[in-house]
């Protein structure tokens, strides 16, 4: 009796192991279109596919994304994966909290998407992530509202300020254009698509600040010029809302998504998209930002074989191409954008602009504190606080101390 | 088995509080007090390195946005004020309220009594979400009503002029904490003997100077506390101001606890947990004297 109890304990024990699962933990991102949904879906499909491996997904909003990876780094219980801005992979390599990725990068995986979206999670000369996101943006704009006015696509900022000017009706709470303005992530990026369209910068390729050049401070007059024929206090807007009122028909444009100008065409505006025209500074006819998510590994990770599987597998072209599609993301691989799905005439603005536009954080070691400063630039500049010229000129000081 | 003299059995009772005060209270606090001598960022706590009373020197040194005032000072100045309106409009309005609530000749005391505390009941993030609606120059109600009742001609941005959002924060903190001054009011003016108001009749005094020389005199204490603990809870107000304004705009609503989450969290090279816990010191000093300013007072009053 006594051998059979031991056997039938040492048989558990084993069994144990047996069924005994690796268990990868995977941070991400809800709100702006992503759902818990979506993301457990993939989750469950790599568990089908194996069996012996359980995903567990935490998620978190975008607004606290950022706080939550640091505290878990901090406490020592980072996730193995986590979805990142990859605007934030400089401050975390540079603290190693993530591992470079590069040597699990094949030849054939980097094939696969554009350069200039490797470009935007190269750091040090490593790769530190995988996009599994990306965006351009245009202007979105109602057709109605131009046809009144016999307004033209706008090719220049000339004839977007005209175009903002004409619109303009405040008198009955219509306005000629959307702007952003709030202390948000959204503010800075809205802002650099009037800085990269005049040729400006934040950082040169040196890393020292360069924001308070002739360029620079040319796009903040201009936006804060703008701001005459934009939805009054801005600073309390942040990009996200513009589609209320977009969708209200209270302003004539605004940069967005494509996702929001789905939205607004769904809501019965007469949506058109345009490509962002050029400054007066600018050398390129149009511009964007390419703004770029990612998914990065833990440098706590104990997984993190498992986690490059994992991470192949999100990154599969099918994935890829069922996330960009369902969630209304510009396709970041060369294959995608030949799809009969992205040949719709709204999708094909968003990726024509690829071949126009800028990494969004090229060059940045400390995206937060950039940030910070510049939302603190147009806010003051905006208030009236400051002028272009000063308050870039404080950016840039903060930006360079941020740099070294 | 020995049994416990008198004298020692309080001492003997405390001590499960005594542990949850250090478990709880001291040792968080004595963390914040170590790290408050470390350079350390949260993205990598095992690379501290030690630095003495440096992260105390950068509170009053390091000067980013203004070039007048060090990041702390502006905070901290900031904080005073905005906590200081607060708890006044707190203190004034909750005992206005308190006393129209308690008055016998109110029709359905109970019912707004009810309703009082219903801001209370609603998370401060979830407040401050209704607020920014409600308030928002387009769509908000606010802005509805004071242009069909003519008082505006054009929609008013609260959020947008560093003015409007510094009033606005700190008057929806303290419509969020008014609930807990009405109710300590209103139990503080229960105890006012009804005798001291009819002699006070008898005399010729009117409402007015029956509130001034009884009411206010009695309620000296209760008024004492209550600003004491409301100035604590509102010198850590964080959720109304980061949703409502995130600190903007151009930092005029960046308090103390909005700078020291900056610290921590958004200035990793500049700032970093070593010079918030510094911060987080300063500010525990400060309020712990103001408390122990007001307790002096409250006991000078009692005695």
Redesign the interface.
């Given at each position: 009796m006594k051998k059979f109890v031991v056997l039938l304990l040492v048989v558990l024990l084993f069994a144990g192991f047996a069924f005994s699962k690796e268990t990868l933990r995977v941070l991400m991102p809800i709100g702006g279109g992503y759902t818990i949904e979506d993301q457990e879906a993939i989750g469950e499909e790599f568990e089908k596919a194996n069996p012996n491996v359980s995903i567990e997904m935490e998620f978190v909003g975008w607004d606290n994304l950022?706080?939550k990876i640091?505290?878990s780094?901090?406490s020592?219980s980072a996730p193995d994966i986590m979805y990142i801005g990859s605007r934030w992979i400089p401050?975390?390599a540079d603290?190693?909290?993530i591992l470079p990725l590069t040597e699990y990068i094949s030849e054939e995986k980097k094939a696969t998407y554009y350069d200039s979206v490797w470009e935007t999670v190269g750091y040090n000369g490593d790769y530190w992530g995988i996009v599994r996101a990306m965006s351009t943006k245009a202007y979105i704009y109602n057709k109605d509202m131009f046809a009144e006015n016999d307004l033209e696509i706008p090719q220049n900022w000339d004839e977007l300020h005209a175009a903002a000017k004409a619109i303009h009706d405040?008198d009955n709470?219509v306005y000629g254009i959307g702007l952003a303005?709030?202390?948000?992530v959204s503010t800075v990026t809205q802002f650099q698509q009037y800085l990269y369209a005049n040729g400006g910068n934040i950082v040169n390729p040196e890393g020292d600040a360069i924001i308070n050049n002739e360029n620079g401070v040319g796009a903040l007059e201009f936006y804060v010029e703008l701001s005459n024929y934009s939805?009054?206090?801005?600073?309390?807007w942040k990009r996200e809302d513009l589609v209320?009122?977009f969708e209200?028909g209270?302003i004539g444009m605004f940069i967005d998504h494509i996702h929001n100008a789905k939205a607004a065409e769904e809501r019965g505006i007469n949506v058109g998209i345009f490509p962002i025209p050029k400054g007066p500074l600018g050398e390129k006819p149009y511009s964007t930002v390419i703004v770029t998510d990612c998914i990065s590994i833990s440098s706590q990770s104990k997984n993190v074989e498992l986690a490059v599987e994992f991470m192949n597998f999100m990154t599969s072209f099918d994935n890829q191409k069922a996330w960009d599609l369902t969630l209304g993301f510009v396709p970041p691989m060369v294959e995608e954008k030949n799809l009969p799905e992205f040949q719709t005439p709204f999708w094909k603005q968003y990726v024509e602009a690829i071949q126009y536009g800028v990494p969004e954080a090229v060059n940045i070691?400390?995206w937060?504190?950039v940030?910070?400063a510049i939302?603190?630039s147009l806010?003051?500049v905006?208030?009236g606080?400051q002028t272009a010229k000063q308050a870039f000129d404080?950016a840039a000081y903060?930006i360079n101390?941020?740099q070294? | 088995m020995k049994v416990l003299k008198n004298k020692h059995v309080p001492y003997v009772l405390i001590i499960p509080l005594l542990i949850a005060f250090a478990v709880l209270i001291g040792y968080p606090l004595f963390n914040v007090l170590k790290t408050s001598f470390y350079k350390a960022t949260f993205l990598n706590p095992s690379a501290s390195v030690f630095v003495g009373f440096d992260n105390y020197s950068w509170l009053f040194n390091f000067k980013l946005y203004n070039p007048n005032i060090s990041y702390f000072m502006a905070a901290f100045l900031k904080s005073l004020l905005w906590v200081g309106m607060s708890v006044i409009i707190k203190v004034v309005i909750g005992i206005l309220a308190a006393v129209m609530l308690d008055s016998k000749y109110l029709i359905g005391r109970k019912v707004y009594r009810s309703l009082l505390v219903i801001p209370w009941a609603i998370p401060w993030a979830i407040a401050a979400m209704m607020w920014a609606w409600t308030l928002n120059s387009q769509f908000g109600i606010a802005n509805s009503l004071l242009l069909h009742l003519g008082l505006v001609q054009e929609p008013v941005s609260f959020f947008a002029t560093t003015t409007g959002a510094f009033i606005s924060t700190f008057i929806i903190d303290a419509w969020a904490g008014m609930p807990f001054m009405v109710i300590m009011f209103i139990s503080g003016l229960q105890n006012i003997p009804e005798a001291l108001y009819e002699a006070a009749r008898l005399d010729g005094a009117n409402a007015v100077k029956s509130f001034f020389k009884i009411t206010l005199p009695i309620m000296k204490p209760v008024t004492l506390t209550v600003s004491l603990l409301s100035m604590v809870w509102t010198f850590n107000s964080f959720d109304v101001i980061w949703v409502l304004t995130q600190g903007g705009p151009a930092r005029a609503t960046e308090t103390l606890p909005i700078a020291i989450y900056n610290a921590s969290f958004r200035m990793l090279r500049l700032g970093g947990i070593g010079k918030a816990s510094a911060m987080t010191i300063v500010q525990v000093l400060v309020v712990t004297f103001i408390a122990i300013f007001y307790i002096r007072t409250l006991k000078e009053d009692t005695a």
């Open positions: 950022w706080n640091v505290t780094i901090g020592g401050a975390l603290l190693g909290a405040p709470g303005g709030k202390r948000f939805q009054p206090g801005i600073s309390e209320k009122l209200t209270k070691k400390d937060e504190g940030q910070e939302v603190d806010q003051n905006i208030l606080n404080t903060i101390l941020l070294k | -």
